[in-house]
């Protein structure tokens, strides 16, 4: 188990085919509830040790990830599945990395995950980043992050500006 302190505070990770691995870290704040349709903010500081062992949520979604039968097809191209919790609080990152501590600086890849901002997440299987991190001596970092409407929806018209970015904190243009 590897500690590590960040600018929001300590989290504790595991070791996953010989690189460290933290898992469902928060990057950003609730985004549910009053916060629903809004941009984002910081997360705040938290006190003692956050493990970060194992995915956080998935964006809420239709499709593969959450129907088991619309993931037998998905599953014989693309791999096996973990049907993991939907939430509306999904905005947390899985991170990769040879090692920490060791003055190495490493370039760093942000992945983000495909299926048409509708559905998807940087949890799915497919996007284990171990092997990468592990070859290519990189950090490889996945997101969850708001899709379909809780991510895209166009509120400005009819809800006042404070919603002309849209929530995933896109600035929105229609001119």
Known sequence: ???????????????????????????????????????????????????T????????????????????????VMGLKRH??????CLVMNIWTPNVGDGG???VMVWLHGRGYA?????EMIYNGANLARRGDIVVVTINHRLNIFGYLYLADIAGEDLVIAPNGIPINLQ
């Open 119 to 123: 559905s998807g997440a940087g949890s």
């Open 53 to 76: 062992t194992d995915y956080g949520p998935i964006s809420p979604q239709t499709g593969a990830l959450v129907d088991w039968d619309a993931a037998a097809g998905d599953e014989y």
């Open 84 to 89: 993991l919790p939907q939430s509306e609080d």
């Open 1 to 51: 188990m590897a500690i590590v302190d960040t600018t929001l505070g300590k989290i504790s990770g595991t070791m996953e085919k010989r690189v460290l691995t933290f898992k469902g870290v928060p990057y950003g704040a609730s985004t549910g509830g009053n916060r629903r349709f809004l941009p984002p903010v910081p997360m705040e500081p938290w006190t003692g040790t956050r493990y």
């Open 105 to 107: 600086k490493r370039p």
